[in-house]
Every structure is written in C-alpha cells, then in structure tokens.
C-alpha cells in the first residue's frame, strides 16, 4: 500500500495569487463624504475665531448704524428718523455679507497655498465640482450666520422685524429676503474662490478687497438712493451687480426698492452672474491653475 505524498507547503508566491485583488472604492457620481468633509472643514476654520468672523462684523455695522442716524441727523437721505433706519438696516446686514462671503473662501484657498496644506485638499478623491461646493458652501454659510448676527446686534439698539409695534423694519417679503440674500452669499463665495486661485500672496489678495469689492459695496446703495448722485454716476451705479443686491434685499424688508432700480433686472442678473462664475471657478480648479505646482 503505497503511502500518499504529502502537500508541499504554500509559498508566499501562491498565497498571494489565491488572494483577491482590493476592490476599488466607489463613491458614486459624487463623493458626498468628501464634500462634507470640506465644507465641515470650512465652517469650522471661521467659527474657532468666532469673535473676528461674527462678532467683528456686528459691532462695525452697529457703529455705522450710529454714525448715520446721530451722527449725521441733518443730512438724512430717508427723511425721518424711523424712515431712514428703515432703509439703512437692510443695507447694513447685505453690506456683512458681501464682505465676509469673499474673505472666507479667498483667505482658506490663500491660506493653504501659502502653507502648503492645500495638497491635503487635492489629493483625495474630489472633483472640482465637490471642492467648488465645499468652499462656495462654507462662504455661504458665514454670510448668512454674519447677516443672522447682525439682525440680533441691530435689534439690540432699535425695534426691529416685527419683535413689537414700534419695529420700524417690518420684513414684507420673505422670498426676496432669502433669494437676494443667499444669492450674495453664493455670489461673493465665487468672487472668493477665484481671487484666492489668483492671488500669489496675501499683497493681491487684499488689492482684490481695496480696490474692487470694497468700491463696489460701498457705492451700490447702502447708505443712499441712487437720485442723489449726479446722473452720470447713476448710470455707472446701474451696471454694479451689488446694487441689485441690495435693493432687492432691501425690497424684501421695506416694500419699496430704489426708483431707479428694477426687480425683475436683478433677479435674472444674479442668477446669471452666480451661473456664470460657478461654471469659471468649476473650470479653474479642474485646471489646476496656480493650485497644482
């Protein structure tokens, strides 16, 4: 009776070929782990400095809101005291937003290139779509936690929305409010996102804030109607985005926006313009332009 071989012990080699490759992980058309990853990263880098990003916003409005109805009670624009207060809220809480949707997305963006912590960005599976969502959304949602702050501070000093019968800002239409309002959080996430990409250093970054977002925010109607202004400015006035902004946002609380303004022109302008820019900025960071050495 013959005795049966025995089996010769598997090498490393044969063990590795019984072993089945590791699947590929598949996220599906979008890697929502990914972009909420970002945008979580996003909305926590603003609010571990909550007094600069929130608080600072609230008290300068609280200071122009001062400055505008004491300071200046000879040369109102809005007639009477409550009237001009009226007209001046709106301006304020848009005029927060603007500024701080931009800062938000182009310091992160400058930020990470300056320290190289922008790889830990790129190298992860996320498309530009997902990482255009993650920093767009994270601006947004400072701007609108900046507008929400801003209410609460100006409420502090005058009755306002409605809280009793001697408000003086009485919200009349909600969905111009909201549209206007995060329309301009989306808007200036976008302006943020590509000035960052642009920028080499922080220098170009704050001429971006000087020399073209401050101007066109101060000069949209915050603080005026446009019929003060001489007719060639009008005319300038008319081709600024920021103003249809602030008009329609200010329509949302009072019912009334600049005679020379037009609701339904800025409605389909700023959807044109936040088209348009999500579309160049989805185009830029598949580029890779000055974001991949």
């Known amino acids: 009776m013959t005795t049966p071989s025995p089996k010769p012990p598997e090498t490393p080699t044969s063990l590795f070929t019984a072993a089945r490759a590791p699947a590929v992980r598949s ?78 997305s182009s310091s992160s963006i400058m930020t990470g290139k300056m320290m190289g912590s922008i790889n830990d960005v790129l190298m992860p599976p996320i498309s530009s779509t997902e990482m255009a969502l993650g920093y767009i959304g994270g601006a947004a949602t400072r701007g609108v936690l900046v507008a929400i702050s801003t209410m609460i501070g100006l409420a502090i000093c005058v009755p306002l929305f409605g809280l009793s019968e001697l408000s003086v800002v009485k919200p009349t239409h909600i969905w111009a409010i909201l549209y206007f309002g995060i329309s301009a959080s989306f808007l200036m996430g976008m302006i943020g996102v590509l000035s960052g990409l642009w920028a080499e250093k922080f220098d170009q970054l704050s001429v971006v804030n000087n020399f073209i977002i401050m101007p066109m925010s101060f000069l949209s109607g915050t603080f005026y109607t446009l019929n003060v202004l001489p007719e060639a400015f009008q005319k300038i006035s008319q081709f600024n985005p920021m103003f249809y902004l602030i008009d329609g946002f200010r329509y949302g609380f009072t019912g009334q926006g600049d005679p020379l303004g037009n609701l339904t022109v800025g409605v389909i302008l700023i959807a044109t313009i936040n088209l348009v820019l999500f579309i160049t900025c989805l185009r830029v960071l598949k580029s890779g332009w000055r974001l991949k050495a």
Do not use: C
């Not at 972009?35 to 990263?41: E, H, M, S």
């Not at 109102?76 to 207060?85: A, L, M, P």
């Open 27 to 104: 996220f599906g058309s979008v890697n929502w782990m990914g972009l909420w990853t970002l945008y979580k990263k996003e909305v926590r880098r603003f609010m571990k400095i909550m007094p600069q990003t929130l608080l600072a916003p609230m008290i300068t409005n609280l200071l122009y809101l001062i400055v505008f109805v004491y300071a200046f009670s000879e040369r109102r624009t809005g007639g009477e005291s409550t009237d001009f207060v009226a007209f001046l809220v709106p301006g304020l809480i848009m005029l927060g937003i603007l500024n701080n949707a931009a800062a938000n």
